[in-house]
Nanobody, 126 residues
Framework: QVQLVESGGGLVQAGGSLRLSCAAS????????MGWFRQAPGKEREFVAA????????NYADSVKGRFTISRDNAKNTVYLQMNTLKPEDTAVYLC???????????????????WGQGTQVTVSS
């Protein structure tokens, strides 16, 4: 059973930065496409960023493009989300997810991911 644990969330002022981490255990992390999603109160879960298990292709939601960067360290079984120039509308619970299909796809739908972490809260004050 794959377990994902996010960390790095917190309270930050608008314009600030945070780096989220997601540590994986119980599976072969280097074979998983990974994604970050977020969910704000009263809103649906939305795609933020994704990275493939090989070649490390990346994809971003338009709302974060140019501000957020997804990366991974397979030696540490960890995926990261560097968030810069944060805005109040970035406030949400951020969740990481793993796709163990083995295919080199940049998954953008939550239904395409098999495993999820519990999430970490990010709050951006104005």
């Amino acid at each position: 059973q794959v377990q994902l644990v996010e960390s790095g969330g917190g309270l930050v002022q608008a314009g600030g930065s945070l780096r989220l981490s997601c540590a994986a255990s119980g599976g072969t992390f280097s074979n998983y496409n990974m994604g970050w999603f977020r969910q704000a109160p009263g809103k649906e879960r939305e795609f933020v960023a994704a990275i493939t298990w090989s070649v490390r292709l990346t994809n971003y939601a338009d709302s974060v493009k140019g501000r957020f960067t997804i990366s991974r360290d397979n030696a540490k079984n960890t995926v990261y989300l560097q968030m810069n120039t944060l805005k109040p509308e970035d406030t949400a619970v951020y969740l990481c997810a793993a796709d163990n299909s083995g295919r080199l796809y940049l998954r953008t739908s939550e239904h395409q991911y098999a495993y999820w972490g519990q999430g970490t809260q990010v709050t951006v004050s104005s």
